[in-house]
């Protein structure tokens, strides 16, 4: 496969986004609310000129939150139908390969987990859950919308 896998972290658990799908990993010191938003949209910031949507991806799965306060925050910026997203995330560790193609969970992980799977693969430091950025992205609301 020879796929690029960003490993991040997210509520304790190690877990992969294609690195195609990410543009940069950036540290974010400001986060401006937005009044209305979805609960799993965390704020506005900017990074180079750019005006990014920020989502708390332990809020899209449906976690604990603890205060974001006035520390940084670890994001991957990522694209999505000509918007700019940052996904929050507890922690960015590495880039690794991919050994295989995806394969299906065969385990029950919590409903928001299993929302955003798109499966498990296999890497020279073990299996990971890959997540599906657009699943993250779109949050709670949506799957219940679509459902």
Not at 93 to 111: L, Q
């Amino acid at each position: 496969m020879n796929e690029l896998l960003l490993v991040v972290e997210i509520a304790g658990q190690r877990v992969a986004m294609r690195a195609a799908q990410v543009e940069s990993v950036v540290e974010l010191d400001t986060l401006i609310p937005v009044p209305r938003a979805a609960e799993h949209v965390a704020g506005l910031s900017a990074l180079r000129s750019r005006v990014l949507t920020v989502i708390c991806c332990r809020r899209s799965l449906g976690l604990p939150v603890p205060e974001f306060g006035d520390g940084i925050l670890e994001a991957a910026v990522v694209e999505l139908d000509g918007h700019h997203y940052a996904l929050i995330v507890d922690g960015v560790e590495d880039v690794v390969e991919a050994a295989g193609d995806p394969t299906p969970v065969r385990a029950a992980m919590g409903e928001g987990w299993e929302r955003v799977s798109s499966g498990m693969v296999e890497t020279e430091e073990g299996a990971l859950l890959l997540v599906d950025v657009a699943a993250l992205i779109g949050g709670p609301e949506l799957a219940r919308q679509a459902a």
